[in-house]
């Protein structure tokens, strides 16, 4: 693993406290750590934060560290979010620190950018473009966001990894705060159809209206 170097910044757009409200660790509190930038530009894009200029901040390994126990100091899970982690090239280092600190790790991510780090308990990948098999082998949970515009071929791509992970999700696309009515009917036939393959990603923090 890197050595985390006192002097490396990392720039971020949000650093929170909360619950993971989609897929399997929903309900768990974790601390979030937002990344500014992702190298993809997706249109349904419900984090427009990671392209805002105005919102991005640099940041420390130690204030990363110092931050994350002053708003969660009984959150042992942080999770590495963004905009796009794996686009981050000196990461490592920052897993390392986190790691020391004793924390549970998970990162979320589209699957774009460098190679998996060591060290995370726990990988989403949510492709947006077609990934390598090895970096979608390596995920603890896929999820897919679907919506009416979701082409034959991705359907096909998501029928595949339902045969082949065993943890999949279909994440209906968003309007804004609010799930698209047309791509949570899509989801939920496709997924009471999977045999028991897919399951439904419901974004509970948007409902309860909480970060
Ligand atoms: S990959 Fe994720 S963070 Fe990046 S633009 Fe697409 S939806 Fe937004």
Redesign the pocket.
């Known amino acids: 693993m890197s050595q985390p170097s006192s002097s490396q910044v990392f720039y971020l757009c949000d650093l929170f406290a909360s619950i993971q409200g989609e897929g399997t660790w929903s309900g768990k509190p974790m601390v979030f750590l937002r990344f500014w930038g ?1 190298p ?3 249109s349904w ?1 419900d ?1 427009p934060l ?1 392209k805002d200029p105005k919102a991005k901040i640099a940041m420390s390994i130690d204030s990363i560290l110092a931050e994350i126990e002053r708003i969660g100091p009984k959150i042992p899970a942080v999770l590495l979010t ?3 982690p794996l686009a981050v090239k000196e990461l490592p280092m920052l897993i390392t620190a986190l790691k020391k600190a004793g924390k549970w790790l998970g990162m979320e991510s ?1 699957g774009v950018g460098y190679d998996i780090p060591q060290g995370l308990n726990w990988l989403t990948i949510s492709p ?1 473009k077609v990934i390598s098999k090895e970096k979608m082998l390596k995920a603890n949970e896929l999820k897919f966001i679907v919506g009416p515009q979701t082409t034959k071929l991705q359907k096909e791509e998501i029928n595949h990894w339902a045969q082949t992970h065993p943890n999949v999700w279909l994440q209906p696309i968003s309007d804004g705060d609010i799930p698209n009515s047309k791509a949570t009917e899509i989801c939920l036939d496709w997924v009471l159809t999977s045999q028991g393959r897919l399951k439904l990603s419901t974004q509970i923090h948007k409902y309860l209206k909480i970060p």
């Open positions: 992702c993809l530009n997706c894009c984090e990671h963004g905009g796009e589209s947006k």
